[in-house]
DNA sequence: AGTCATGTTCGACGAGCATCGTACTACAAA
DNA sequence: TTTGTAGTACGATGCTCGTCGAACATGACT
């Protein structure tokens, strides 16, 4: 069948906030996170991108980039496919993505 | 006389971390203190910029944003002159400052 | 000298956060 | 059905951080 998909809860573009994201960036584990799912050139499952914490930190910190609205994570069978916004963030914040990604 | 002027420690530009600027930058207190700094087009004493926080706080405040490398600090008697490091943080995050400014 | 202004330092307190292990949910595959 | 896999939720722990007041340092001005 189609793969049934469930979309996560977002904030919307206009409500991004610069604080947020900020802080959501300054954390070296959040960062390293960002980076490589930005070589990802597809959403793909967060578990395949591996740092060294335990599994209930990931999760923890993938939800605290999803909350700042950094990345979109929809659900498709056990599996929370994630990728980075990048349009979102280049219209409300422009520069700050590459910026970040260049390091 | 000449103005005795006594330079504070800074970090170099090339030591600039991309995490200490964000973490910097991510609180809304200190984000007000860098806008206002960015109003001012000279150097000024920070107690000209005025925050609704206690005396100490300011000050903790300040040294954050100095050790990180956002600003510029000289004492000159008792008042201690401040400034963005503009160009420092246009040579290593290029456009973060104005995207940081313009909110 | 004495006083005022500018700003730091110190200790304390409370809130938030990064981290962990364990328990739990839900889909997939045998 | 049973087992495995991907991930969340919860409670606990320890650290960091923003905040304050009080004390201190230092230069300027009378």
């Known amino acids: ?22 802080h959501a960036l300054s954390d070296p584990m959040r960062l390293s996170m960002v980076r490589a799912l930005a070589a990802c050139d597809e959403p793909c499952p967060c578990g395949t991108i591996d740092v060294p914490v335990s599994k209930s930190t990931r999760s923890h910190h993938w939800r605290v980039l999803r909350e700042s609205g950094i990345i979109r994570q929809v659900e498709r069978g056990t599996a929370r496919l994630t990728e ?20």
């Open 84 to 103: 980075l916004r990048r349009a979102d963030l280049d219209a409300r914040f422009p520069g700050l993505l590459e910026l970040v990604l260049r390091g």
């Open 1 to 22: 069948m189609a793969s049934a998909e469930a979309v996560l809860p977002h904030p919307d573009v206009a409500e991004l906030q610069l604080e947020s994201v900020l």
